[in-house]
């Protein structure tokens, strides 16, 4: 075979790869999509598409949608169809996914918790549904893998942020408010936690000065990491890449970061957002990177900024991220700024 046929039909196997051609035609053809506002009155769904909900956390949920101006909405079996670990079966969770995005009276989506199951259900799911409705779609931890899912699949933006059953401060019904008034410009602005006197694992850092630009991409490490290979794995080339994570030892968190690092183009990211990795850290006793250490070793080839403690993630209070939308990030400022372009 002459090497003219060779790259022939190398490009014939990248053209109908699903995951290449996944990512590809997403860059090249799809147009970026912003979710409708809502106004004080509207129903916000509550959605528990991953990990099973205790009837104290769907109160919490509820009342949270009410403290903020908002009526909630959820299947009435939601408690109920617990099985196993999850919300219910693969089909009880889908079939939940796609009648609060048909729903009219529904006018956003707020999950009430992560987990885990969503990995299980992405291929299942109706994207032109979800792309038709423009709905905001809010939550974190498993959420991570649907909020990027959607992106991929249909270029609607969605948001990174506080579960519906978390603990919802001043600062935080802020970040909420602004969200569901004017999801086109969201805030993302740093908020000092009072922990980080008594804990240095809540600091705030400047691993590496700059600035950059980019859309935003990103999530909880271990469900991005875990999207690595299927379709759903995001393109970091020319990113804002953010990462949280909770209860993971340092010695794991460098294993995600690696596979990261040596089997996709995270490499070739414009800048990276860290945010408070509560619990990572080594068993007592335990010979051991810091936590630090590892973000220091890992990037130390990646002459980019990179800002480590920001609020957002499994802490109190937490900033929403809108995955997909293009912002400025100047590691002499403690927020993000959206581009104009």
């Not at 995001?234 to 994570?245: H, M, R, S, T």
């Not at 968190?253 to 080594?282: K, Y």
């Not at 920001?310 to 939308?325: A, D, K, L, T």
Request: proline share 4%; with cysteine; hydrophobic share 35%.
């Amino acid at each position: 075979m002459n090497r003219r046929d060779f790259k022939k039909k190398l490009a014939a196997v990248a053209m109908t790869s699903p995951i290449l051609w996944s990512n590809q035609f997403f860059e090249m053809n799809s147009e970026l999509l912003f979710p409708n506002a809502i106004a004080k009155g509207d129903t916000i769904g509550l959605l528990a598409p991953a990990g099973y909900i205790t009837s104290e956390r769907l109160q919490k949920a509820v009342n949270n949608v009410n403290l903020l101006g908002y009526k909630a909405k959820y299947l009435p079996n939601i408690v109920s169809r617990k099985t196993g670990y999850f919300a219910g079966t693969d089909e009880q969770r889908i079939d939940e996914i796609h009648q609060m995005f048909s729903d009219e009276e529904v006018r956003a989506i707020w999950c009430i918790r992560g987990g885990y199951g969503l990995t299980r259900i992405l291929e299942k799911l109706n994207y032109e549904l979800i792309k038709s409705s423009k709905k905001i779609i809010l939550g974190y931890s498993d959420i991570t893998a649907l909020l990027n899912a959607i992106f991929i699949e249909t270029g609607l933006i969605t948001y990174h942020g506080p579960v519906a059953s978390s603990t919802i401060n001043t600062y935080t019904k802020n970040c909420l408010a602004n969200l569901f008034e004017t999801p086109q410009r969201c805030n993302i602005t740093h908020h000092q936690s009072k922990q980080n006197n008594i804990d240095p694992i809540y600091e705030y850092n400047i691993l590496k000065k700059g600035s950059a630009s980019g859309q935003l991409i990103g999530g909880n490490l271990s469900i991005i990491t875990s999207l690595i290979g299927t379709r759903y794995q995001p393109n970091f080339a020319n990113k804002i890449v953010f990462l949280e994570d909770v209860d993971e030892r340092p010695y794991r968190i460098d294993r995600m970061l690696t596979q990261l690092l040596q089997s996709t183009n995270f490499s070739q990211c414009n800048a990276i957002l860290l945010g408070v990795f509560e619990g990572c850290v080594p068993k007592k006793g335990e010979e051991s990177f810091q936590l630090l250490d590892v973000f220091q070793e890992r990037f130390n080839s990646l002459h980019i900024p990179i800002i480590y403690g920001f609020s957002f993630g499994h802490i109190e209070p937490c900033c929403i991220i809108p995955i997909g939308q293009k912002y400025n990030l100047n590691t002499s400022e403690t927020y993000l700024q959206c581009s104009e372009e």
